[in-house]
């Protein structure tokens, strides 16, 4: 990529990188180190025409999610502003700005796809 002089690179993180998880530890603490990796690299490679950002899903209504237990999706679904968490197409969309020239000045950046359960 920077040979070429261009090149996208979008990490995926997760919330509970940015506010921590109670019992997640490990978890969290590795999606918090790719946040620092996803800002040192936009540093590093933004010269060179390379852009690096993250995207950090909270709760993602994946076939795994809808098999937990009911009362675990809906401290998901309480804790989350919008009525609905997100699908596995929000998270795609969201990758999918970050690679495209939409995209074009924005690096370094996390953002976050998560039906609010962040706020």
């Given at each position: 990529?920077?040979?070429?002089?261009?090149?996208?690179?979008?990490n995926?993180?997760?919330?509970?990188?940015?506010?921590?998880?109670?019992?997640?530890?490990?978890?969290?603490?590795?999606?918090?180190?790719?946040i620092?990796?996803?800002?040192?690299?936009?540093?590093?490679?933004?010269?060179?025409?390379?852009?690096?950002?993250?995207?950090?899903?909270?709760?993602?209504?994946t076939?795994?999610?809808?098999?937990?237990?009911?009362?675990?999706?809906?401290?998901?679904?309480?804790e989350?502003?919008?009525?609905?968490?997100?699908?596995?197409?929000?998270?795609?969309?969201?990758?999918?700005?970050?690679?495209?020239?939409a995209?074009?000045?924005?690096?370094?950046?996390?953002?976050?796809v998560?039906?609010?359960q962040?706020?």
């Amino acid at each position: 990529m920077t040979a070429a002089g261009f090149g996208r690179i979008v990490n995926i993180t997760s919330i509970n990188g940015l506010r921590g998880k109670f019992g997640q530890a490990n978890y969290a603490a590795a999606k918090a180190g790719l946040i620092g990796l996803t800002k040192t690299a936009a540093r590093e490679f933004g010269k060179k025409g390379v852009t690096v950002n993250a995207v950090a899903p909270g709760m993602v209504m994946t076939d795994m999610a809808k098999v937990l237990p009911a009362e675990v999706l809906k401290r998901a679904v309480d804790e989350a502003a919008l009525t609905e968490l997100a699908h596995p197409e929000d998270i795609s969309s969201a990758v999918l700005f970050l690679l495209s020239n939409a995209a074009r000045a924005i690096t370094g950046e996390v953002l976050r796809v998560d039906a609010g359960q962040y706020i």
